[in-house]
């Protein structure tokens, strides 16, 4: 029973346009969203966040949208650059529960940036 | 460098032995998780300390498995009897509390033969 899901396993993009990803979840106790970036044989890497009581989180070319009635999030990346190439995990927090499961992760979009 | 740190990054044993693999975390946070990566799926929860006690395991924890953390420091995680099955990529998380970004160590990628 995923919770997490990101229902594209890859998405291709050229450089410079605007990158999509996006991710919904089922756990309506999830109250704090995440997104990590990772390259082969390294560790996720934090990128964005977003708290449930915001709709918006912009950071440089990262912008993330929280749709919560729809349960639903996005990463937006524009422009994308090649090093943006890598895979995309989106993960949720249930942060009333404290923590104690950790985060719980999509299974990840891999998103490869055309010349 | 004052990040996670995790040896070995690669391990490959025959089935059967014991590995055991550790956890540097950065060293303000008191938060420690270990989670599980196989291919094609996102990372899986597997077990969690604040500081010295193991507060939570998941049910992928068999009973094969073991994880420590002595004096609320580095952490081991040790997997005995290995199983074909148990090949993935095993990554520790620190994070302290009230924060919610965790962050991340490169992995110990394990392969059963």
């Known amino acids: 029973d995923q919770q997490v899901k990101q229902n594209s396993p890859s998405l291709s993009v050229q450089e410079g346009r605007i990158s999509i990803l996006n991710c919904d979840y089922t756990?309506?106790?999830?109250?704090?969203f995440l997104w990590y970036k990772k390259y082969p044989a390294e560790g996720p890497t934090f990128l964005i966040s977003?708290?449930?009581?915001?709709d918006k989180n912009e950071d440089g070319r990262f912008t993330v949208f929280l749709n919560k009635s729809a349960k639903h999030l996005s990463l937006h990346i524009v422009p994308s650059q090649p090093g943006d190439s890598a895979v995309y995990f989106c993960a949720a927090l249930d942060t009333a529960g404290g923590g104690a499961d950790g985060l719980t992760f999509g299974k990840g979009t891999h998103l490869i940036i055309q010349p | 460098d004052t990040g996670v740190s995790q040896d070995p990054r690669h391990k490959i044993t025959k089935r059967g032995q014991n590995v055991t693999f550790r956890c540097d975390p950065i060293s303000e946070h008191n938060r420690l998780y270990w989670y599980r990566q196989t291919l094609g799926q996102g990372p899986e929860f597997l077990t969690y300390?604040?500081?010295?006690?193991?507060?939570?395991k998941s049910r992928l924890l068999s009973d094969r498995f073991s994880a420590e953390r002595p004096k609320g420091s580095f952490s081991t995680l040790e997997i005995q009897r290995t199983e074909q099955g148990d090949s993935a990529m095993y990554l520790c998380a620190s994070f302290w509390t009230g924060r919610t970004e965790a962050f991340f160590g490169q992995g110990t990628r394990l392969t059963v033969v």
């Open positions: 977003i708290s449930s009581i915001k």
């Open positions: 756990n309506s106790m999830f109250d704090y």
């Open positions: 300390f604040q500081n010295e006690a193991q507060l939570e």
